[in-house]
């Protein structure tokens, strides 16, 4: 039982380069999110995906797209990467049942220089 | 608005000391509220939730409406317990998240 799978693990980018990172489930959950957490600032929602096919804005959303190519994938993409965008990235879903838990990736500790 | 608060950045205690992690939170309606754990480089994972009134690990965690709080405690806490707790509220309208800060835990031999 896999869960929610994130990759890469590990990445360093130089400022303005480009790239994917890939999240996918395997509980048939309707909602997926993209969160960054850094020091002192707790998780922040860069953007959630309800359902197949619908994308939000969470409240960090500026300089990252999000595709949600089916369900089980939920894919959060950096155009031009900037030293703030340095974090750490996780990818996380859950149900639509009541009392329903979130389940996370491992998690993608990205360094732009 | 919608908030959860948790005042304290780091708790340190010794082992076998009573631990307490504050969560209060803010939220017009019958809130659903976790606490989840993050050990050192690890993802995310739940821990406890209201709905539940579960022990996992030997925390617990009571919601009180009236001062709008959900406390987790621990009676006697082991080195293990080491790591970064959040509370998190679940917004029903839209199912996502509201987190709080976090507290990192540290428990001294």
């Known amino acids: 039982n896999a869960g929610v799978t994130q990759t890469p693990k590990f990445q360093v980018l130089k400022t303005g380069q480009s790239m994917t990172l890939q999240c996918a489930q395997d509980?048939?959950?309707?909602?997926m999110y993209w969160y960054r957490q850094d020091p002192g600032m707790g998780l922040r929602l860069i953007y959630y995906s309800a359902s197949e096919g619908t994308t939000d804005k969470g409240e960090v959303p500026n300089g990252y797209n999000v595709s949600r190519l089916n369900k089980r994938e939920f894919s959060l993409r950096l155009e031009s990467a900037a030293p703030s965008q340095t974090s750490v990235y996780f990818c996380?879903?859950?149900?639509?049942?009541?009392?329903?838990?979130?389940?996370f990736g491992q998690g993608t500790r990205l360094t732009v220089v | 608005a919608q908030r959860v608060t948790q005042p304290e950045k780091l708790l340190s205690v010794f082992k076998g000391a009573p631990v307490e992690l504050k969560c209060n939170y803010s939220y017009s309606g019958s809130p659903e509220l976790f606490w989840y754990v993050q050990y050192s480089r690890q993802r995310l994972q739940l821990l406890l939730r209201h709905i539940s009134r579960e022990s996992i690990k030997g925390f617990t965690a009571d919601l009180n409406k009236g001062e709008t709080s959900f406390h987790l405690k621990k009676p006697f806490a082991q080195e293990e317990d080491s790591a970064m707790y959040y509370c998190a509220l679940n917004n029903r309208g839209n199912r996502k998240l509201i987190w709080g800060l976090g507290t990192s835990l540290a428990v001294n031999p």
């Open positions: 996380a879903s859950s149900g639509a049942v009541l009392g329903t838990e979130a389940f």
């Open positions: 509980m048939n959950h309707n909602s």
